[in-house]
């Protein structure tokens, strides 16, 4: 039964609440710091902003400098120490692993200190292992650490009204990365349920296959399930304006953060010219 009459107990749809840069207060963690207040797509602008001057130059000098400049800047923006850690711990690995294909691999030049097969350890290719590995550190970590705290909500709210984006692909992102958090609970259960059934003990890599294939299998039927609704829902609709419930806008914050960006990056690049050890990539 269809009417205009809404249940008994129903509560009015309420406005949502914005701060003056237009980000809903109720997505915001409580007392949000700078990078929570900014919109979630100006982080991925000032990443790349960032990165390129960087990728240009294959040096200690210009990487250590972005680092530290980095590493103040989120200071300053109220990031502790142990945020930065735990969103980028990764690269520590991540790191050492590039630092060491270069050290063995890179173009000799210099005095040697060691050959085995193609491998060959000199002093060009110290000099490179460690500006490589520096540098993964340089992008990597505030790469990391700002896109860490982003609310997928709030950035398909962004990338709809500010990029500009389809909205149809993104709201269909949007439910897909809000799959993921299923997952893990999945995996937990059909992993009891093999061994309810005396199935846990065949091995580790028959396990794994088959378990992969199972939720893949499982992935691809709530995807089709979910995909229904949505269209059932309107969600598919080509021919007529989408509405947002939460404003997403552009403010002072998101302009401070792509100048940082920017500054930083051209600092470490100037400061490695004039000590002199910029090198261009593809250079001797």
Known sequence: M???????GAQPARSVEVDSDGVPLEVLPVGGRFLDRVNPVTP????????IPLLTTLDIVSALA??????????????RPVEILRSSWILLIAAPVSATSMLLYAKPGGESYGQFLYANITDNSIQLAIAVGVRVLAIGVPT??????????????????VAHLPARFV?????????????????????QARRARGLGDSGAVP?????????????IRRAGTLATVME????GAEDVARTWARPSRL?????????AAVGIAAVAVAVSVALGSYRLVGSA
């Open 2 to 8: 269809s009417g205009g009459i809404a249940p008994a």
């Open 44 to 51: 991925f602008l000032a990443a790349v902003l960032y990165s």
């Open 66 to 79: 972005a680092l530290v400049l980095a590493m103040v800047a989120f200071g300053v923006a109220g990031v």
């Open 144 to 161: 990391l650490v700002a896109l860490s705290r982003i609310d997928p909500t709030r950035l398909a709210d962004g990338l709809a009204q």
């Open 171 to 191: 709201v269909s992102a949007l439910a897909g990365i809000r799959l993921f958090a299923v997952f893990r609970d999945d995996w937990t259960a059909m992993s």
């Open 207 to 219: 396990r794994l296959m088959t378990m992969a294939f199972a939720l893949l299998a499982l992935a």
């Open 232 to 235: 059932a829902r309107g969600f």
């Open 251 to 259: 403010g002072w914050r998101d302009l401070l953060l792509v100048l």
